[in-house]
């Protein structure tokens, strides 16, 4: 079974600052990571993903997340943080080998974000 | 990116009555799924929907309650049956191009049962 946690419900910074939403996930084989945002009263955007290769992947909108196979996390980060960045972030995982015929996506439960001014 | 698009975005809904979401895909779209997500939770897998054939369901839905077709490769149907107010959601499509790929979610329909 594969499973993710997003351990904050919110996280509040400040305008200008760095910013981390947390990820841990946990999958039998290899995972395919996956971010995706959420704006108020809009469907999910996709941020980024983690394949495989390089362990800092970089995606849209100035986003990057880090994948650390020993600690089993895939935090979002970005170095300074936007107003316009306020909305709900969540985290999914999809184990690499679960067969052709099962593509399911688990996702975390969301990590609301808010930048304050 | 994926180009989906679903109607309706929104709708209310009288209880017991039920209600069809169309999903448009673009061509290079393989997988298509169908999600829910209850208000303040995260999202759920509902089924995949198969091209011409019966769409494969997770465990805590069935075909009665979520008929879904997918005639061709590029349209989807769910249809929410005898709805109560449990099954007030935002409900999404969505769908990838290759295995292991990236997936894309529609801007989904937000369904109130009253």
């Known amino acids: 079974a594969q499973s993710v946690a997003q351990p904050e419900d919110q996280v509040n910074v400040a305008e200008g600052n760095p910013l981390t939403v947390k990820c841990t996930y946990s999958v039998s084989g290899n995972p395919y990571l996956f971010w995706y945002v959420q704006y108020p009263n809009r469907g999910l955007q996709f941020l980024l993903k983690y394949i495989t290769g390089d362990n800092l992947v970089k995606g849209s909108y100035g986003f990057e997340a880090e994948f650390n196979k020993s600690q089993t996390s895939f935090h979002l980060k970005k170095p300074s943080a936007l107003v316009s960045d306020s909305a709900l972030y969540f985290c999914a995982v999809r184990d690499r080998y679960s067969g052709a015929g099962s593509y399911q996506l688990t996702f975390g439960k969301g990590t609301k974000l808010s930048v304050i001014p | 990116s994926a180009v989906i698009s679903q109607k309706p975005s929104r709708d209310i809904c009288q209880r017991g009555t039920s209600l069809t979401i169309q999903c448009q895909v673009d061509?290079?779209?393989?997988?298509m799924f169908w999600y829910r997500q209850q208000p303040g939770q995260s999202l759920t897998l509902i089924a995949t929907a198969n091209q011409g054939s019966e769409a494969t369901y997770e465990s805590g839905f069935v075909i009665d309650k979520f008929p879904i077709s997918r005639p061709n490769l590029t349209f989807s149907t769910l249809t929410v049956s005898n709805m109560s107010p449990e099954d007030s959601s935002i409900y999404l499509c969505s769908g990838n191009r290759e295995e292991g790929g990236t997936i894309y979610f529609g801007e989904g329909s937000w369904l109130t049962v009253v």
């Open positions: 061509s290079q779209v393989t997988m």
